[in-house]
């Protein structure tokens, strides 16, 4: 077996990111687009303050459909209580982490920084091809 990467080492860098003033409907319709099951939501700045999944995708279109009003924010509809990972996390903890958890990814901040996202698709990938 190989030695195991470290997070920074497989995290996704290339990263769909949402905005919390942008139409909720419009970020669904981009994770569609993406096959992806969730996305990171960034201020201005570029600070992480949330994070969409498909999961509260359904939530707005249920809230839309009883209410006949699809027309809100990412930002009402976002969980704001985000775990992240260290970028120096090594596989096995990070594999952990998914398995205590029930998140399909993570963001991975430096220094208080978006920098990346792991999937657990990624930690499997990469601890195949370590074998």
Not at 37 to 45: E, T
Not at 92 to 112: I, T
């Amino acid at each position: 077996m190989k030695p195991l990467p470290r997070l920074r080492e497989i995290m996704a860098r290339d990263l769909i990111l949402l905005r919390p003033d942008m139409d909720v409907l419009h970020a669904m319709e981009m994770l569609l687009k993406h096959r992806i099951s969730g996305a990171c939501v960034v201020d201005q700045s570029g600070a992480l303050v949330g994070v969409l999944s498909k999961k509260d995708c359904l939530r707005a279109a249920l809230h839309a459909a009883y209410h006949q009003d699809m027309g809100s924010a990412v930002a009402g509809y976002m969980s704001t209580a985000v775990e992240t990972l260290d970028p120096g996390l090594d596989l096995v903890a990070v594999a952990e982490r998914f398995l205590s958890s029930n998140y399909r990814r993570f963001p991975v901040l430096e220094d208080g920084r978006l920098i990346g996202q792991v999937s657990r698709a990624d930690v499997l990938k990469a601890l195949t091809e370590s074998w």
